[in-house]
């Protein structure tokens, strides 16, 4: 049953935007087994929900999907390397949810909006032609992300203190620093009071 409207248009795009839908479990990631307006798919916006979970799999064998919008959501987990492989997508909308984990290397000729921000990325960003081509703040608030890119050398080393380095030497948290596990660092004003609040009350994107 859903919770709200459901906008079908002539070019399958299915938009739940500020809604919060309840939905049985997807079908196996079997291909075969996907409806035909699953398969013809060109835009999906699932933005602004409490939507939370992993990336849902069965989205990955849409391969005509050209927009993707599952931004500011709970969503958590690793982005499947899969998404590469999408070859005619033209914008990926991912920010603000949990993300965690490294970034793919998309280099889709197609790809023509990318966002990341907001989410516990980390790695270094992969040097392609298309993700090079973005401005830096399509990445922001991701403290453990590094690379030439987003312009930040990793300073992993900067919390393992040589023989007789004091500990201010070595990186250790200001007072108006707040420390993470694991040798990082966040700085301040990094994540903000309303994004936090936010998260605390995510729904699931399946109910079974």
């Known amino acids: 049953m859903l919770l709200c409207t459901v906008l079908l248009l002539h070019t399958p795009i299915l938009l739940l935007t500020g809604c919060t839908p309840i939905l049985r479990p997807p079908p196996p990631p079997d291909e075969g087994r996907h409806s035909a307006f699953l398969?013809?798919?060109?835009?999906?916006?699932?933005?602004?929900?409490?939507?939370?979970?992993?990336?849902p799999d069965a989205l990955l064998f849409v391969r005509d999907l050209r927009v993707l919008d599952?931004?500011?959501?709970?969503?958590?987990?690793?982005?499947?390397?899969?998404?590469?492989?999408?070859?005619e997508l033209v914008s990926l909308c991912l920010e603000d949810?949990?993300?965690?984990?490294?970034?793919p290397a998309f280099n889709?000729?197609?790809?023509?909006?990318?966002?990341?921000?907001?989410?516990?990325?980390?790695?270094?960003?992969?040097?392609?032609?298309?993700?090079?081509?973005?401005?830096s703040s399509v990445f922001a608030d991701n403290p453990a992300l590094?690379?030439?890119?987003?312009?930040?050398?990793?300073a992993s080393n900067t919390f393992f203190p040589s023989a007789g380095s004091s500990p201010a030497a070595a990186g250790?948290?200001?007072?108006g620093t707040t420390a993470a596990p694991y040798g990082r660092k966040f700085l301040p004003g990094s994540v903000s009071p309303s994004r936090v609040s936010r998260k605390k009350g995510c729904f699931s994107l399946y109910s079974c």
């Open 146 to 154: 590094y690379g030439a890119i987003v312009r930040k050398e990793c």
């Open 97 to 103: 949810n949990r993300f965690n984990d490294s970034i």
């Open 172 to 175: 250790a948290p200001s007072p």
């Open 108 to 135: 889709q000729s197609s790809l023509r909006s990318f966002k990341v921000s907001g989410n516990d990325l980390s790695g270094v960003v992969p040097v392609t032609d298309v993700l090079a081509s973005f401005d």
């Open 39 to 55: 398969r013809s798919l060109r835009a999906l916006f699932l933005d602004h929900n409490l939507f939370s979970g992993p990336f």
């Open 70 to 87: 599952l931004s500011h959501n709970c969503l958590a987990g690793p982005l499947p390397l899969a998404l590469v492989s999408l070859p």
